[in-house]
């Protein structure tokens, strides 16, 4: 077993839970944080490798106390976190001699000029600057943003970009535009492979895929296996950006009409760099990718 000690804050969700089970399956130890008052727990591995710390997220003082003799802190919050969540975790980490954090990234580009002015990742990119500010300052503070783009499992079990289930989609524009696909495992597997490739990871963005898909080409793999008939709406990816931002100037916007779409858009708009393929770094992390017949039992689980 490794000496290395790996927090993961926000453990229980989609992200955390396969990178919690990547790191002890690779002899890492890991303490969940969880929040003071939380039953969030109940759906983490059993392992003598894994421990469990109730935090206050707003104390720096309770989190450095939990971070110390951990060498890296992985932060698994969802998207809609508020703008500035992770600084205090940010701090402690600093203040606990923390070498490496890795920021609730995973997703898309949030180096692409396009992505960066879209609300919904507003908190990242605070995040972000706020990472390279400590960084300069604290050398021995280092980052990692690890860029999977959209997760294929997780989305075509919830039925986002195509639905397999219901054999139905909203395709963006013609549906051809190319977007980088991982799935949660080989997520967490690149986690691990950069906790054991520091120097070449350190300060930076890492940008890995399992495939390279359309939204076409994911239907004609589904119409290939059962012969069925999709249900095809199409959008202009313009006029799903406008009634997103309309949606976002109401009094209370609904997520479904705002969020949901600007991330879409972020996978599948012109421009937004949702295609990894020319600056991956699969090689580096020992990440074959699918090959074709990998990719249609992939979608055959979902239909």
């Not at 109730?54 to 003082?61: P, W």
């Amino acid at each position: 077993m490794s000496s290395v000690k790996v927090a993961v804050a926000g453990g229980s969700g989609a992200v955390g839970i396969p990178v919690i089970k990547e790191l002890l399956a690779a002899g890492f130890l890991v303490t969940v944080l969880r929040r003071i008052g939380s039953d969030s727990s109940s759906n983490l591995p059993e392992s003598s490798g894994l421990s469990i710390r109730e935090v206050d997220y707003e104390s720096i003082a309770s989190l450095t106390g939990a971070l110390q003799g951990h060498t890296v802190v992985v932060a698994c919050f969802g998207v809609s976190a508020p703008i500035g969540s992770q600084d205090v975790l940010i701090d402690a980490s600093i203040a606990a001699g923390v070498t490496r954090f890795f920021p609730a990234e995973f997703g898309t580009d949030t180096q692409n000029e396009k992505c960066i002015r879209l609300p919904v990742f507003a908190n990242k990119i605070h995040t972000l600057n706020y990472l390279k500010e400590k960084a300069a300052t604290n050398p021995s503070f280092t980052y990692t943003a690890v860029c999977p783009g959209f997760f294929i499992d997780w989305g075509l079990e919830g039925g986002f970009l195509v639905n397999p289930k219901a054999h139905s989609a909203t395709v963006y524009d013609d549906g051809e535009r190319l977007f980088s696909v991982t799935t949660l495992k080989t997520t967490a597997k690149a986690v691990v492979g950069i906790i054991n490739r520091l120097e070449e990871t350190k300060n930076r963005h890492v940008y890995i895929q399992d495939a390279l898909v359309s939204q076409i080409k994911l239907i004609a793999i589904a119409k290939k296996l059962d012969g069925r008939d999709w249900d095809i709406t199409p959008i202009k990816s313009s006029s799903a950006e406008f009634d997103a931002y309309a949606e976002l100037k109401k009094e209370n916007p609904d997520a479904q009409k705002s969020l949901f779409p600007l991330l879409n858009l972020s996978i599948l708009g012109e421009g937004y760099g949702g295609d990894f393929s020319a600056h991956l770094d699969n090689k580096l992390l020992g990440i074959e990718g699918f090959s074709d017949n990998e990719l249609e039992h992939l979608v055959r689980k979902y239909l």
